[in-house]
């Protein structure tokens, strides 16, 4: 790719952040954070863990960004009955109509674009895996043979959070394959209300296409390329290895709170998330605010409790919030 390309798919990717909120507007009210950091995860190429309660337009939400960039979309309802092949797919025995019969490979619904891995806890580790495999590898195995999937593939699960009867968990190693947990809340009554009304008419509204998976594999390139000065990089080093406990310098609360700090992935997301963030602000390199912004999404699923914390009511949030006060940007 010649530097006159790559100054082209920079420019794109800045006049569309408009564009993509005003396609997006059309069908979603608010939650403008949770846009902004699904899109950075998918300008970087990353998957996304969405927790939030029911109701909240998780699915409408994904689905209508696979339509912005005009990729294919398949929704997998996990349940505790669901198997590896129902993901992954099967080979079947069929007939060739000469009389002969071979087995051939029957694709599941993980060969898609985007796909919505539906309250992702609700199945079992062994069908977890089989998802979890195809977002590392990008292919999938059946009988022996691996199968590549398309590009660009990225995964967005969701998890209900106030449902944990009958749910199987991610472990640790696993939530931290996703590259951003994101969090849903509710809506202020404002934008409540203008949902209610929109969802109660006759209108409907389409959202029209504005990039193709080409387009979005360029936007990989282009991301990667975003230059950071070294404070920056450092800074989110610092914030990433801040919240692991008993090192020398590490702060009390986090010895107190925290049993199980981020790994060097978080230090990644941050960096490589922040030059994601940046191009689409229409920066031409990544500052502190932009590390600063992902810090609750890249952390939140990478730092593990106490059971003291729990019990005085302390949360990731809280602990994340107390690091961005205390831990230094130079």
């Given at each position: 790719m010649t530097v006159e390309q790559e100054a082209e798919i920079v420019q794109q990717i800045r006049e569309g952040r408009d564009k993509i909120a005003a396609e997006l507007a059309k069908v979603i009210i608010g939650q403008h954070d949770v846009i902004e950091q699904l899109l950075v995860s998918l300008f970087a190429g990353g998957h996304c863990l969405i927790t939030g309660a029911p109701g909240l337009a998780k699915t409408l939400l994904v689905s209508s960004v696979a339509k912005v960039f005009h990729l294919n979309f398949?929704?997998?309802q996990f349940t505790p009955d669901l198997m590896p092949v129902d993901i992954v797919g099967t080979e079947i025995l069929e007939d060739?109509?000469?009389?002969?019969r071979r087995m051939t490979f029957v694709k599941g619904p993980i060969f898609a674009n985007v796909?919505?891995?539906?309250?992702?806890?609700?199945?079992?580790?062994?069908?977890?895996?089989?998802?979890?495999?195809a977002m590392q590898e990008h292919q999938v195995t059946a009988a022996g043979v691996r199968h590549e999937l398309s590009e660009p593939f990225f995964v967005l699960a969701t998890q209900n959070p106030i449902e944990m009867e009958g749910t199987y968990?991610?472990?640790?190693?696993?939530?931290?394959?996703?590259?951003?947990?994101?969090?849903?809340?509710?809506?202020?009554?404002?934008?409540?209300?203008?949902?209610?009304?929109?969802?109660?008419?006759?209108?409907?509204?389409?959202?029209?296409?504005?990039?193709?998976?080409?387009?979005?594999?360029?936007?990989?390139?282009?991301?990667r390329n975003v230059p950071i000065a070294p404070e920056v990089a450092q800074y989110a080093v610092r914030l990433a290895s801040s919240t692991r406990p008993g090192r020398e310098g590490t702060a009390d609360f986090i010895n107190e709170w925290v049993s199980w700090g981020a790994g060097?992935?978080?230090?990644?997301?941050?960096?490589?998330?922040?030059?994601?963030?940046?191009?689409?602000?229409?920066?031409?390199?990544?500052?502190?605010?932009?590390?600063?912004?992902?810090?609750?999404?890249?952390?939140?699923?990478?730092?593990?409790?106490t059971y003291?914390?729990?019990?005085?009511?302390?949360?990731?949030?809280?602990?994340?919030?107390r690091l961005l006060a205390e831990v230094p940007t130079n």
């Open positions: 398949n929704r997998i060739q109509g000469d009389g002969h796909i919505l891995a539906d309250e992702i806890n609700r199945t079992p580790p062994k069908t977890q895996a089989a998802l979890l495999e968990p991610l472990p640790e190693a696993q939530l931290d394959r996703f590259m951003f947990n994101v969090l849903i809340d509710y809506l202020p009554p404002e934008d409540e209300l203008a949902v209610v009304l929109r969802t109660t008419s006759s209108e409907k509204q389409s959202i029209e296409p504005l990039f193709t998976g080409e387009d979005i594999l360029n936007f990989h390139h282009a991301v060097t992935r978080a230090a990644q997301t941050l960096v490589l998330g922040g030059k994601a963030r940046a191009l689409l602000r229409g920066n031409t390199h990544v500052q502190i605010d932009d590390i600063a912004a992902l810090a609750h999404p890249t952390l939140r699923h990478r730092v593990l409790l003291k914390a729990e019990a005085e009511g302390v949360t990731i949030e809280d602990v994340v919030d």
